[in-house]
């Protein structure tokens, strides 16, 4: 198994490019969920999904937009990207409970985004 | 909305002591879970350990363990004989089964090893 991948790890972009990060997980878990990292700030959800079809906001919502059209699959797109954008951006995955117990969340090894 | 707080932003030990990483959380919740990650210089977000709220034994995996104190909102991470290889920024996290099923998390802890 893979568990959760990401793609790409690295780009840079300039202002107001646009691009999309996809998520991909082969765990067939439920939950899905795009986070930003900033030094000092630790991990702000962006948005996340309980399941193929559906999608919610977190936190941090405001300049991106997300898509679950596959359970296995979760897109994170900037339609304008901005300096303030600019970033580390980790994809996790996390079902309800495996064997009774509440499961953790399985990161993907992030996306380092630089805007210009 | 839940929060989660790590007072300490940097944290040392000298290698083969123990050290203490603090957590504080805000809930309305009774069914919640937490978990302590790792994230080591590789970005990789590594799950040390976790405890459920219900259960008022403390986890522990091998030198790690936690003081969960339910009335406090308060989950420290204790690392006993600390090696070379647990520097790295830990992170607390929350998570409520009933409300949404996110993830909250603190603002994280770099501990630093001294050889």
């Known amino acids: 198994n893979a568990g959760v991948t990401q793609t790409p790890k690295f780009r840079v972009l300039k202002t107001g490019q646009s691009m999309t990060l996809l998520c991909a997980q082969d765990?067939?878990?439920?939950?899905m969920y795009w986070y930003r990292q900033d030094p000092g700030m630790g991990l702000r959800l962006i948005h996340y999904?309980?399941?193929?079809?559906?999608?919610a906001k977190g936190e941090v919502p405001d300049g991106y937009n997300v898509s679950r059209l596959k359970k296995q699959n979760f897109l994170l797109g900037l339609e304008s990207a901005a300096p303030s954008q600019t970033s580390v951006y980790f994809c996790?995955?996390?079902?309800?409970?495996?064997?009774?117990?509440?499961?953790?969340?399985?990161f993907g090894p992030g996306t380092r985004l630089t805007v210009l | 909305a839940q929060t989660v707080t790590q007072s300490q932003p940097e944290m040392s030990v000298q290698e083969a002591e123990t050290v203490t990483l603090s957590c504080t959380y805000d809930?309305?919740?009774?069914?919640?879970?937490l978990f302590w990650y790792k994230q080591p210089p590789s970005r990789q977000m590594i799950l040390v350990i976790r405890?459920?709220?219900?259960?008022?034994q403390n986890a522990t995996e091998n030198r790690f363990s936690v003081n969960f104190q339910k009335a406090a909102k308060s989950f420290s991470l204790k690392i006993s004989d600390s090696q070379l290889g647990d520097a790295a920024m830990y992170f607390c996290a929350y998570r409520a089964l009933n409300t949404g099923n996110q993830f909250y998390f603190g603002t994280g802890t770099s501990l630093t090893v001294i050889p």
């Open positions: 999904s309980v399941g193929e079809g559906t999608t």
């Open positions: 996790a995955s996390s079902s309800h409970r495996t064997w009774g117990v509440p499961d953790t969340q399985y």
């Open positions: 765990m067939n878990h439920e939950y």
């Open positions: 405890q459920e709220a219900y259960k008022q």
């Open positions: 809930t309305s919740e009774s069914d919640y879970y």
